[in-house]
């Protein structure tokens, strides 16, 4: 299941990333839907949560310039974080979703920032703070809770179909 | 009342004529919406071709500024997927002979450098990338320094020296300084300066003449070798 959902998604998320979403500015943060599907996949299934963190690093950093693999760490991490809270969450609701996003996206940025720096790319916190990751996490807060919803039913899908080869 | 009469026999007629008349202009109606829908869409396709014409008028006319170049045109395909970073994705690759660390440049100036290749789509580093390094000059005074790029979009000119009188508007180039870009090429202008008394060196903040949110066509000067001088460096105790 995870195979066969996650690499063309990921793929074509990724092409849209970079030729769309990228060009959508507000200040100078966009919408991060690769770490979005991450993040509720993560949600939905926290096993593969992590599988999908690195296939969508990885789908990132081939049309990025930085070292690759910062993508692939940051969202693992984030991934990672998102896995250990499932238990504890009784319900997927929109609030919750919206507030993964949130702390997602700034987990993610974070984690990123200081890789970046440990590979001598110093960014100035106080630009970067206000114009790209909060705006990114804002855009992200907001369309979290479709991309939840596509992602849920893409998830009910895949499950049937392996109850009836199961079958 | 002749026209009275003639004026109710038309309304006669044409209450019973309607409706062949009404499926007439329902067909009639249904051709002119697709003649609309058509003609839109080479409005579309004209004003695209027309804004690439402009795009490519212009890049034409940076290309005859400095002749000695050989150029080969390319259009955006991607940005960078991460917002820390300033990297493009253009449309030519090895195939059309692009190499690792050619100049890239507009009708406004100084763009970036191709940072990676595949045979058919390479990568631009711009200059306002955290880790591009530049050789730069201030046009008027002929004083060198570094150009970084900064987060901000801005360009930061590090190492002027102290005994210079640097003016909000100059004009910064290239130097040709390290071999990494050809001399000359127009970068941007003094915004501020930043000169204390006790620090070695002054710095100058730079705003770029492209604005690289918008650049949808690029020229990569072909004939232009970067010189490696990284050896170099290795021997230098």
Same mark, same amino acid.
Request: hydrophobic letters at 45%; glycine letters at 6%; proline letters at 5%.
């Given at each position: ?167 | ?9 038309? %309304? ?24 609309? $829908? ?19 008028? $212009? ?31 253009? *449309? ?13 440049? %507009? ?23 955290? *880790?591009?390094?530049? %050789? ?26 102290? *005994? ?74």
């Amino acid at each position: 299941m995870i195979w066969w959902i996650a690499v063309p998604l990921l793929a074509v998320v990724s092409l849209l990333q970079t030729t769309v979403f990228r060009q959508i500015l507000l200040l100078d943060g966009s919408l991060d839907l690769l770490l979005l599907a991450v993040l509720c996949w993560s949600l939905l299934r926290p096993e593969e949560g992590m599988i999908w963190a690195v296939l969508a690093g990885c789908f990132s950093d081939i049309f990025s310039g930085g070292p690759f693999g910062i993508t692939s760490i940051a969202y693992l991490l984030t991934s990672f974080c998102i896995s250990q809270l499932h238990g504890r969450l009784r319900t997927h609701s929109p609030i919750v979703v919206m507030a993964i996003a949130l702390f997602g996206t700034i987990l993610s940025h974070l984690a990123v920032i200081v890789l970046l720096a440990l590979f001598g790319r110093i960014l100035e916190f106080e630009y970067v703070l206000p114009y790209v990751t909060l705006p990114t996490a804002f855009l992200n807060t907001l369309c979290a809770v479709p991309v939840y919803l596509l992602l849920h039913r893409l998830h009910g899908i895949g499950a049937s179909i392996l109850v009836e080869d199961k079958e | 009342m002749q026209r009275s009469i003639a004026t109710s026999f038309y %309304n006669f007629r044409d209450f019973l004529s309607a409706p062949r008349n009404l499926q007439e202009l329902i067909q009639r109606n249904s051709q002119l919406e697709e003649r609309v $829908a058509q003609l839109e869409a080479e409005v579309v396709t004209l004003r695209e071709q027309a804004s690439e014409v402009d795009a490519l008028r $212009a890049l034409l006319g940076a290309a005859r500024q400095l002749p000695e170049n050989r150029y080969l045109s390319a259009t955006v395909i991607g940005r960078d997927t991460s917002p820390f970073l300033q990297y493009l994705i253009l *449309d030519q690759g090895s195939d059309s002979g692009v190499r690792r660390g050619m100049p890239v440049v %507009n009708e406004k100036g100084l763009v970036g450098r191709i940072t990676e290749v595949s045979a058919t789509a390479s990568k631009l580093q711009l200059i306002t990338d955290p *880790d591009s390094v530049i %050789n730069a000059r201030i046009q008027e005074s002929r004083s060198e320094g570094i150009l970084v790029g900064r987060p901000t979009g801005d360009l930061e000119l590090i190492y002027l020296s102290q *005994d210079i009188t640097v003016n909000v508007g100059e004009i910064v180039v290239t130097s040709g300084l390290g071999g990494g870009f050809p001399p000359e090429i127009l970068i941007g202008r003094v915004v501020s300066v930043h000169r204390r008394d006790y620090e070695l060196y002054q710095t100058a903040i730079i705003e770029p003449r492209s604005d690289f949110s918008r650049l949808e066509m690029v020229l990569i000067i072909t004939n232009f070798e970067p010189v490696l001088i990284d050896p170099l460096l290795e021997n230098i105790p």
